[in-house]
C-alpha cells in the first residue's frame, strides 16, 4: 500500500483551498437553513453567522493570495449538504425537522474545526505563525458557534422531552460591556 507524499506546503495550500470551498458552501446554505428552522433560537443561530463566516472567508482569501504561484480560486467541493437541506423542506414535523438542521450544522462545524487544526498545524511547521494566529482565530470563532449550537440543541432536545428549562437569554448572547472585578 503506497500513500502519495505530500510536502508541508502543498497540505497547506489545500487546507485553505477547502476551508475556503467549504466556507464558501456555508455561507450559500444559510439563507435555506434559516427558512426551515421552526426554533427561534436555532434561527438567530443560523442568522448570527454570516458575519463570521464573510470574516474567515476574507481571512482565508488573504492567506490564499498570499502563496506565490497559486491559482486564485480553489474548485469548489460540494458535500451532499445542499441536497440534504432539500430533503428536509419535506419533513412536517418541525421538531424533527429542527433536530436535522441541527445535525448538518454539528457536521458542517466538525468538517471546520478538523480541517482549520491540520491547516493551522501545518502553517506553524512551515514556520508561517501569523497565518497560524489568523486560523487559529478562525477556530476559535468555530469553536464558540459549536459550543452555542450544543446548547441550543440540548434545549431542543429537553422541550422535546419535557424537561422544565429556565429562560437564560442573557447568558445566550455575547456580553455587550466588560464589567471590571476587584
Given at each position: 500500500?503506497?500513500?502519495?507524499?505530500?510536502?508541508?506546503?502543498?497540505?497547506?495550500?489545500?487546507?485553505?483551498?477547502?476551508?475556503?470551498?467549504?466556507?464558501?458552501?456555508?455561507?450559500?446554505?444559510?439563507?435555506?437553513?434559516?427558512?426551515?428552522?421552526?426554533?427561534?433560537?436555532?434561527?438567530?443561530?443560523?442568522?448570527?453567522?454570516?458575519?463570521?463566516?464573510?470574516?474567515?472567508?476574507?481571512?482565508?482569501?488573504l492567506?490564499?493570495?498570499?502563496?506565490?504561484?497559486?491559482?486564485?480560486?480553489?474548485?469548489?467541493?460540494?458535500?451532499?449538504?445542499e441536497?440534504?437541506?432539500?430533503?428536509?423542506?419535506?419533513?412536517?414535523?418541525?421538531?424533527?425537522?429542527?433536530?436535522?438542521?441541527?445535525?448538518?450544522?454539528?457536521?458542517?462545524?466538525?468538517?471546520?474545526?478538523?480541517?482549520?487544526?491540520?491547516?493551522?498545524?501545518?502553517?506553524?511547521?512551515?514556520?508561517?505563525?501569523?497565518?497560524?494566529?489568523?486560523?487559529?482565530r478562525?477556530?476559535?470563532?468555530?469553536?464558540?458557534?459549536?459550543?452555542?449550537?450544543?446548547?441550543?440543541?440540548?434545549?431542543?432536545?429537553?422541550?422535546?422531552?419535557?424537561?422544565?428549562?429556565?429562560?437564560?437569554?442573557e447568558?445566550?448572547?455575547?456580553?455587550?460591556?466588560?464589567?471590571?472585578?476587584?
Amino acid at each position: 500500500m503506497s500513500q502519495e507524499h505530500v510536502s508541508p506546503a502543498e497540505f497547506y495550500v489545500s487546507g485553505l483551498e477547502s476551508l475556503l470551498s467549504l466556507e464558501m458552501q456555508h455561507e450559500k446554505l444559510i439563507a435555506k437553513m434559516v427558512s426551515l428552522a421552526d426554533c427561534e433560537r436555532l434561527r438567530e443561530f443560523f442568522e448570527d453567522l454570516p458575519p463570521m463566516i464573510a470574516r474567515q472567508r476574507r481571512r482565508l482569501e488573504l492567506l490564499l493570495r498570499s502563496i506565490p504561484e497559486r491559482p486564485d480560486t480553489p474548485a469548489p467541493a460540494r458535500n451532499g449538504l445542499e441536497e440534504d437541506l432539500l430533503d428536509l423542506q419535506l419533513m412536517r414535523n418541525p421538531d424533527d425537522r429542527d433536530a436535522e438542521l441541527v445535525k448538518a450544522s454539528a457536521w458542517i462545524t466538525g468538517l471546520q474545526v478538523d480541517q482549520y487544526v491540520a491547516t493551522r498545524d501545518a502553517a506553524m511547521q512551515l514556520g508561517d505563525f501569523e497565518a497560524a494566529r489568523h486560523l487559529q482565530r478562525s477556530l476559535n470563532a468555530v469553536a464558540a458557534s459549536r459550543l452555542r449550537l450544543m446548547r441550543i440543541a440540548q434545549r431542543i432536545r429537553h422541550l422535546a422531552e419535557g424537561v422544565p428549562t429556565v429562560e437564560t437569554t442573557e447568558f445566550d448572547r455575547r456580553p455587550e460591556r466588560a464589567v471590571a472585578l476587584p
